[in-house]
């Protein structure tokens, strides 16, 4: 969501806050700000995209050598110039920039009234600003850095935070709550960041924030300690990623280019993780918790968006391929219900970034009643993959889009795998069966690309005809169900057309009342074992007039009969089909949503990492 990056060291700040501010725009944000030391504060900010911040710094250039800067999207007050970060207290002196939420700023706000104090804006992040310049004002022998602990003391909720101070103008202040965070270590440079994005051009190097651990950094050195003012000592950190990653590489947009990259990144996500030949598969980050998993009552899943699309894929998944039962939660929802979970049951939670608030509230909620706490995400070194007990990455690499795609198929594989491992060990799978397995999940990557060079023109010009249409109907079966559910989200998310992806068989109890010749009807038909039940609902759509585009393998020549349109993908195993029939269903999104104008990367109100409840 929100982005946070700070800068002290020889190069021009406002320079790197503004390229760190660009690299952040993927996180979705609806205003931008920067605050620059330079004998005084110095702010610049307002409503709009970073590239109107950087034509004002343009024309009021704001000279010096530290700063912070931020990318807001909008929680408490509306998106404005007076509500856009960084905040300011009321002498001035003290900048903040804020990720999260404070949960009692309206208290803490009557108080600071009650006490003079003047607030400008609607958002809580002012009121930090205001509480810590209240406590340090108040006492002649507090320092700034004790006054910042005394007011996080004070504060209910989550936060990434970086400060300055007019008195103090050698160091930029830091702390988190929830909200990712790390330091960036230069060369006599030192920056600040709330993911790695920003950085990775001037360092490898990191330390990563814990929740409840602050952090004073000069130009050649930082401290960091605890909110209670325990010293720390933390390990840095190399960065996996590089420059390269993070930029488009001659496509048009970045989710273009991630659809694009998944022959690749199917394959970086298998790679030395299973031998076709032998039959076997050997997932490191899980190997020492095995035997909980094989011993395991059951597994829950929990996620959100498009990670709960593929956590209900591995519900399919570790049933069928490890006889194992699995529920799958929205994360939102799990803390709050008095989950029935504890020791011996598994909570598996997959995250893209591995900072999803309500996943991280899930993982702590299962961690606390007992239970093994696994994860699976993609950002190495995020919260996730450090407080989980044991974990895979996907190494999808860095995924910039605010539409997820190659995140999905990578997790889908990496339950694959899991499930395949466990339904070995379990003695379920034979070296048989294995074997089937893995050879043709080895082909997948190739399958990919198959699809991505054979089908790209075709879906171009059938997104052409369906631009417009008001409303999409998704429909699948068993394994597809949730490749439907992804499809309309894909849509949603970027074109704004309301789409529903439902199971096929639901269609009769309810949906097939909106079905007319407007209403486009995708029907995901790639699963043998329900094809006969599939080829009903079609027919049942095309009496309705519904204008039917399929995605169906090769060899189905009934489907290709009875649909207006029809994209064809390689044959699969049942169980890997979600890794072929998602690729058509994202290249059309991509498409509806650039014939629309839609800011394809980032679509309105939408943030790639969802770091507040």
């Known amino acids: 969501m929100c982005g946070i990056v700070g800068y002290i060291g020889e190069r021009s700040a406002s320079d790197v806050l503004i390229k760190g501010l660009k690299r952040l725009e993927y996180r979705g944000y609806d205003s931008a700000g920067v605050a620059v030391m330079n004998g005084k504060m110095l702010c610049s900010k307002g409503k709009g995209k970073v590239s109107n911040l950087e034509k004002t710094l343009k024309k009021n250039k704001i000279e010096g050598f530290l700063g912070i800067g931020h990318t807001r999207w909008a929680t408490h007050g509306e998106p404005n110039d007076v509500n856009s970060h960084p905040h300011l207290s009321e002498s001035g002196k003290i900048a903040v920039v804020h990720n999260g939420i404070i949960e009692n700023y309206t208290t803490l706000k009557k108080n600071l009234i009650e006490r003079g104090r003047t607030f400008q804006s609607q958002t809580d992040t002012e009121v930090i600003a205001q509480l810590i310049e209240e406590i340090y004002t108040t006492s002649a022998d507090i320092t700034f850095d004790r006054a910042i602990r005394l007011a996080l003391k004070q504060i209910v909720g989550t936060y990434g935070l970086a400060i300055l101070n007019s008195e103090t103008p050698d160091r930029i202040f830091i702390a988190r709550k929830g909200s990712p965070l790390l330091l960036g270590i230069?060369?006599?440079?030192?920056?600040?960041?709330?993911?790695?994005?920003?950085?990775?051009?001037?360092?490898?190097?990191?330390?990563?924030?814990?929740?409840?651990?602050?952090?004073?950094?000069?130009?050649?050195?930082?401290?960091?300690?605890?909110?209670?003012?325990?010293?720390?000592?933390?390990?840095?950190?190399?960065?996996?990623?590089?420059?390269?990653?993070?930029?488009?590489?001659?496509?048009?947009?970045?989710?273009?280019?991630?659809?694009?990259?998944?022959?690749?990144?199917?394959?970086?996500?298998?790679?030395?993780?299973?031998?076709?030949?032998?039959?076997?598969?050997?997932?490191?980050?899980?190997?020492?918790?095995?035997?909980?998993?094989?011993?395991?009552?059951?597994?829950?899943?929990?996620?959100?968006?498009?990670?709960?699309?593929?956590?209900?894929?591995?519900?399919?998944?570790?049933?069928?391929?490890?006889?194992?039962?699995?529920?799958?939660?929205?994360?939102?929802?799990f803390r709050y219900r008095d989950p029935l979970i504890g020791e011996g049951d598994v909570l598996l939670v997959i995250s893209q970034s591995g900072e999803t608030a309500d996943t991280l509230a899930a993982l702590r909620e299962a961690k606390k009643r007992g239970a093994l706490v696994l994860g699976i995400c993609n950002v190495v070194g995020s919260t996730i993959s450090r407080e989980t007990d044991a974990g895979v990455f996907t190494h999808a690499g860095p995924e910039i889009g605010v539409a997820s795609t190659k995140a999905f198929t990578a997790q889908v594989v990496v339950l694959i795998m899991m499930a395949l491992e466990l339904g070995e060990r379990k003695g379920i799978l034979g070296q048989k069966e294995m074997k089937r397995y893995l050879t043709e999940l080895m082909r997948i990557p190739s399958k990919i690309e198959y699809i991505l060079e054979h089908s790209d023109e075709a879906i171009q010009k059938m997104a052409g005809l369906f631009t417009y249409a008001p409303n999409f109907l998704y429909l699948g079966r068993s394994f597809n169900f949730p490749v439907a559910l992804e499809g309309a989200l894909k849509l949603k998310e970027i074109s704004y057309i309301h789409a529903e992806g439902y199971p096929a068989a639901e269609m009769k109890h309810g949906p097939i009342a909106l079905i007319d010749e407007m209403m486009p009807v995708v029907v995901i038909a790639a699963t043998d074992h329900t094809n006969d039940k599939m080829i009903s609902n079609i027919q049942e759509v095309k009496a309705?007039?519904?204008?039917?585009?399929?995605?169906?393998?090769?060899?189905?020549?009934?489907?290709?009969?009875?649909?207006?349109?029809?994209?064809?993908?390689?044959?699969?195993?049942?169980?890997?089909?979600?890794?072929?029939?998602?690729?058509?269903?994202?290249?059309?999104?991509?498409?509806?949503?650039?014939?629309r104008g839609c800011n394809v990367d980032q679509p309105r109100n939408l943030a790639k990492s969802v770091t507040v409840e």
């Not at 959100?304 to 998944?317: D, M, P």
């Not at 039917?548 to 089909?577: A, G, R, W, Y």
Request: glycine share 4%; with cysteine.
């Open 186 to 333: 230069g060369d006599n440079e030192m920056f600040v960041a709330s993911d790695a994005s920003p950085i990775v051009e001037y360092t490898n190097k990191v330390v990563y924030l814990d929740d409840g651990e602050m952090a004073i950094v000069t130009q050649d050195s930082y401290r960091v300690k605890t909110i209670d003012d325990f010293p720390l000592t933390k390990e840095v950190h190399e960065l996996a990623m590089s420059l390269d990653a993070i930029e488009k590489a001659g496509y048009p947009h970045f989710m273009l280019k991630e659809i694009f990259e998944q022959p690749r990144s199917v394959a970086d996500c298998m790679r030395g993780r299973l031998n076709h030949e032998e039959g076997t598969i050997l997932l490191g980050g899980i190997e020492d918790v095995m035997d909980h998993l094989v011993k395991a009552r059951r597994i829950v899943i929990a996620a959100c968006g498009t990670s709960w699309h593929s956590a209900l894929v591995g519900e399919y998944l570790f049933e069928q391929l490890a006889k194992t039962p699995v529920e799958v939660e929205y994360a939102s929802e």
């Open 544 to 595: 309705r007039k519904g204008r039917i585009i399929s995605i169906m393998n090769d060899d189905n020549p009934e489907v290709k009969e009875l649909s207006e349109f029809h994209i064809s993908i390689p044959s699969t195993i049942d169980c890997f089909s979600p890794l072929l029939t998602v690729i058509p269903l994202q290249l059309l999104s991509y498409y509806i949503a650039v014939n």
